[in-house]
């Protein structure tokens, strides 16, 4: 019963994440305004509000790919308040309040 269990989560868990979990990559962010989550180019997670069950909370915010200079702010309220810092700057993602 148990083995069934942890096979139905491990196989629930992984259709959802499309992304190597090693690094986050994001070579389609040019601008600030790309950060805002859509369907479009977020089309895997949007809707979802778990966003760490696919990006590692270390592995997001290393690289300034839009050069606003906000990463340090980025991480820095990532670390302090988790998931729920990240509406501040990514919107919604298409998930009500």
């Known amino acids: 019963m148990t083995r069934a269990l942890l096979l139905f989560c ?8 499309s992304i190597d979990r090693q690094y986050e990559r994001y070579p389609n962010l040019t601008k600030l305004e790309d950060i805002t989550l859509t369907e479009d180019n ?4 949007y809707g979802r ?8 909370s270390v592995n997001i915010h290393r690289v300034d790919y839009v050069q606003s200079g906000l990463l340090n702010t980025a991480q ?3 670390e302090t308040y988790g998931i729920d810092s990240c509406r501040g700057c990514h919107q919604s993602n298409g998930v009500a309040p």
Request: charged share 10%; glycine share 8%.
């Open 10 to 17: 491990i196989l629930s868990w992984l259709p959802g994440c």
């Open 42 to 45: 977020h089309p895997h997670g």
């Open 49 to 56: 509000s778990d966003c760490f069950s696919c990006h590692v």
């Open 76 to 78: 820095r309220l990532t």
